[in-house]
Nanobody, 120 residues
Framework: QVQLVESGGGLVQPGGSLRLSCAASGFTFSGASMSWYRQAPGKERELVAH????????IYTDSVKGRFTISRDNAKNTVRLQMNSLKPEDTAVYYC?????????????WGQGTQVTVSS
């Protein structure tokens, strides 16, 4: 059974930092690409950051470049999102997503989300 369990969300003041973690199980983590998405109230879910299976390639949405860092530990089946210099507009539910490949096919798995609130 595939499980993605996010943790690390919470309430933080503007300019503060949080580190999100996503613990994965039930699939071959080292072969999966991993992403963090977020969804703010009334808005569509958007990609925040993406990391390839080997950790070599990373992609960030423009609004978080230079502030957020995605990383993964294939030995611990974990992906993290270090978020610095947080802004109120970063407030959202953050989701972990895994894309597991099998030849020419893939399957996406989602976590349940963790709330991040940036407010003074």
């Amino acid at each position: 059974q595939v499980q993605l369990v996010e943790s690390g969300g919470g309430l933080v003041q503007p300019g503060g930092s949080l580190r999100l973690s996503c613990a994965a199980s039930g699939f071959t983590f080292s072969g999966a690409s991993m992403s963090w998405y977020r969804q703010a109230p009334g808005k569509e879910r958007e990609l925040v950051a993406h990391i390839a299976s080997d950790g070599a390639n990373k992609i960030y949405t423009d609004s978080v470049k230079g502030r957020f860092t995605i990383s993964r530990d294939n030995a611990k089946n974990t992906v993290r999102l270090q978020m610095n210099s947080l802004k109120p507009e970063d407030t959202a539910v953050y989701y972990c997503k895994a894309r597991s490949y099998s030849g020419a096919y893939y399957e996406d798995y989602w976590g349940q989300g963790t709330q991040v609130t940036v407010s003074s």
